[in-house]
């Protein structure tokens, strides 16, 4: 059975805008330990929460090089997240992917990098959301995904793939 969504998508908006990275390389995964802020203690892409006359790829580029010391080239926008969030305000994520960088992933205030291979993704470790769309995005492909929270869980779930962002996103 196909249950009904608790969110109406045509309507919904989100207050916070973040943005998340991945290095995919040679068969492995650039991820974080997360130190502080939301998610902390878990495993995830380095990213945040976009400034002010901020673009989404400027916020994923300054988070990485924050976060790990890197400078990731050329990232690609592959999928957003639409998180409808039951305990904290809602969240529109863009997610990008990218294949090299400058610099050595070392490990700052706010993270501790660690590279895993693309085979062995610590879901357990993660977002209860991130087994539905990471392996699209390892894929390379692009995707819409929804999702609708009850406090850690997803209650409710979409994900639509192959879709097709602007130039330049
Ligand atoms: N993989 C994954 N990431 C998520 C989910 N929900 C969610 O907010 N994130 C990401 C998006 C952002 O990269 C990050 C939240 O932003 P943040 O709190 O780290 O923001 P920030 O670095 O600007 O920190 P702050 O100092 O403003 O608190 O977590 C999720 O369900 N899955």
């Known amino acids: 059975m196909i249950r009904p969504s608790p969110i109406d998508w045509s309507t919904w908006s989100a207050p916070v805008h973040a943005t998340l990275m991945f290095v995919v390389r040679e068969g492995r995964i650039l991820l974080i330990e997360k130190k502080r802020g939301l998610g902390a203690g878990k ?7 976009i400034d002010p006359g901020e673009t989404p790829r400027e916020c994923a580029m300054r988070e990485t090089e924050e976060e790990l010391l890197i400078r990731v080239k050329d990232p690609v926008k592959l999928g957003e997240l639409h998180f409808a969030m039951s305990d904290v305000p809602d969240i529109l994520c863009h997610v990008y ?7 050595v992933p070392t490990e700052t205030d706010e993270a501790v990098p660690l590279w895993f ?10 977002w209860s959301d991130d087994r539905y769309w990471l392996p699209v995005m390892l ?6 995904g929804r999702f609708a929270f009850t406090g850690d ?14 130039e330049g996103e």
Not at 43 to 49: D, F, Q, R
Not at 117 to 126: E, F, G, L, N, V
Not at 153 to 166: A, I, K
């Open 43 to 49: 495993i995830n892409g380095p990213g945040g929460k």
């Open 117 to 126: 291979a693309t085979a062995d993704i610590p879901y357990h470790r993660m």
């Open 139 to 144: 894929e390379g492909r692009t995707f819409l």
């Open 97 to 103: 992917r990218a294949g090299d960088f400058d610099g």
């Open 153 to 166: 869980d997803v209650s409710w779930n979409q994900l639509v793939t192959d879709v097709e962002w602007p």
